[in-house]
């Protein structure tokens, strides 16, 4: 996954990293990612100021939003108005249903390793907005949980 996300929002022009926040030059002036996070109780608003958070960067940034939703409900997406398909979640419990316990395996995909597989599935996960993208973790439910 973290190939994947760093491939797609990798800049050539970088010129500091470090693991929460790199300074990107475009024209001269310096752009900065940063990495926020939200957390606390159940019912606390946390869905609610997450995507107040992403509509305010996709308003007033140059650059694109990353969305992640960590929460088992997923509902981040019903506040961004994007259409989720699948989730993390739902790409794990696929791919436990699927493994061949002979080999270890992914049954249905001759030919495709699981990493190539999990990269595939991932990068069909994420949805692409204008101005923001929304990867959503999701969470089973039931055994195991």
Do not use: H, W
Request: one cysteine or more; charged letters at 20%.
């Amino acid at each position: 996954m973290r190939r994947i996300l760093a491939d797609k929002y990798k800049n050539p022009r970088k010129s500091v990293k470090s693991a929460s926040s790199a300074v990107y030059q475009k024209k001269g002036i310096a752009i900065m990612t940063v990495t926020i996070a939200l957390a606390g109780k159940g019912g606390t608003g946390k869905t609610t100021i997450a995507s107040m958070f992403v509509k305010y960067l996709v308003e007033n940034s140059q650059g694109r939003v990353l969305a992640i939703d960590a929460d088992p409900s997923a509902n981040l997406n019903l506040a961004l108005g994007l259409a989720l398909e699948q989730t993390i979640g739902d790409i794990r419990e696929e791919m436990l249903a699927q493994v061949n316990p002979l080999n270890g395996s992914i049954n249905g995909s001759p030919g495709m390793n699981k990493y190539d597989y999990l990269d595939y599935q991932i990068e069909y996960a994420l949805v692409e907005g204008a101005r923001v993208d929304l990867l959503a973790m999701g969470g089973p439910e039931g055994p195991g949980c």
